[in-house]
């Protein structure tokens, strides 16, 4: 096998779950159980592993963190600052989706202490650059809106 002279940094994956209701937008978060950021309020994500693709890998940080399945994802974006995580050089890949919160039963698992729906308006202190993901995603998300409307 050949070997690269250069670093390679790990990939990860992180889902931007949206609901809204008649008052505002919502965002799917977890509370990380290990460190680093043990116990701040994150994306549900985590790394890809070799032998799956960006979507399957999504999916499955969705379903172990969250215990929803069946939802459909659309890539937003790979997030790569250098210093974006303290483990080392890591790149994310941005999901978003949409679904109803009142059909969905959430229900922390795997790496992750609690799930739950807060306002995109009002939410805590984030893990990682989660709060640029979700700024990203939301400013997406609006655009795609005022499109429809046009």
Do not use: C
Not at 91 to 101: L, N, R
Not at 107 to 135: C, M, N, Y
């Amino acid at each position: 096998m050949y070997s690269y002279q250069y670093p390679r940094p790990a990939v990860t994956v992180d889902i931007l779950l949206f609901a809204e209701d008649s008052i505002d937008r919502k965002i799917l978060l977890i509370q990380r159980k290990n460190r680093p950021f043990k116990d701040h309020w994150a994306l549900p994500g985590g790394f890809v592993e070799m032998d799956e693709s960006l979507e399957e890998s999504a999916l499955r940080e969705l379903r172990e963190e969250t215990g929803l399945s069946r939802v459909q994802l659309t890539q937003l974006g790979a997030f790569g600052a250098p210093d974006r995580d303290p483990r080392g050089r890591v790149i994310t890949v941005a999901y978003y989706g949409a679904i109803d919160a009142t059909q969905a039963h959430v229900v922390a698992g795997s790496d992750a202490v609690d799930a739950r729906w807060f306002s995109t308006t009002e939410l805590p202190s984030l893990a990682f650059d989660h709060q640029k993901i979700i700024a990203a995603a939301i400013e997406t998300l609006d655009g795609l809106e005022s499109e429809r409307k046009v």
